[in-house]
């Protein structure tokens, strides 16, 4: 797999919506196991989301629960977080990750992807 580029991240303030885009190029996409993942400066990564290749195998950390969804396209090859209800806690870098679906993956461990995008900053003020 190639690396996954990321867009659609950007301003808004607290209660607003962001849809996060992520395409990852390679023949083994519908196989893969996909995640997003922020960090925010000073802090470590942390977890957000991830999707497997089967329907109903999408798994969110509990920060984010009820609030972000995650969605794949296989046919274009992209991997889709909406955002909505954001905080200013939510404030930080997202990347997208991938890899095919590790010991691990649905435990949301950065460990379990090996193939990571540069990361789109998302900013919500107060």
């Known amino acids: 797999q190639e690396q996954p580029v990321e867009s659609g991240g950007g301003s808004v303030q607290a209660g607003g919506s962001l849809r996060l885009s992520c395409v990852a190029s390679g023949d083994s996409f519908d196989t893969s196991c996909m995640g997003w993942f922020r960090q925010s400066p000073g802090n470590e990564r942390e977890s957000v989301a991830a999707?497997?290749?089967?329907?109903?195998?999408?798994y969110y950390d509990a920060d984010v629960k009820g609030r972000f969804t995650i969605s794949r396209d296989n046919a274009k090859n992209r991997l889709y977080l909406e955002m909505n209800n954001l905080k200013p806690e939510d404030s930080a870098m997202y990347y997208c990750?991938?890899?095919?679906?590790?010991?691990?993956?649905?435990?949301?461990?950065?460990?379990?992807?090996?193939?990571w995008g540069q990361g789109t900053q998302v900013t919500v003020s107060s």
């Open positions: 990750a991938a890899d095919s679906c590790r010991q691990g993956w649905w435990l949301l461990r950065p460990v379990a992807f090996r193939n």
């Open positions: 999707i497997g290749y089967a329907a109903g195998s999408e």
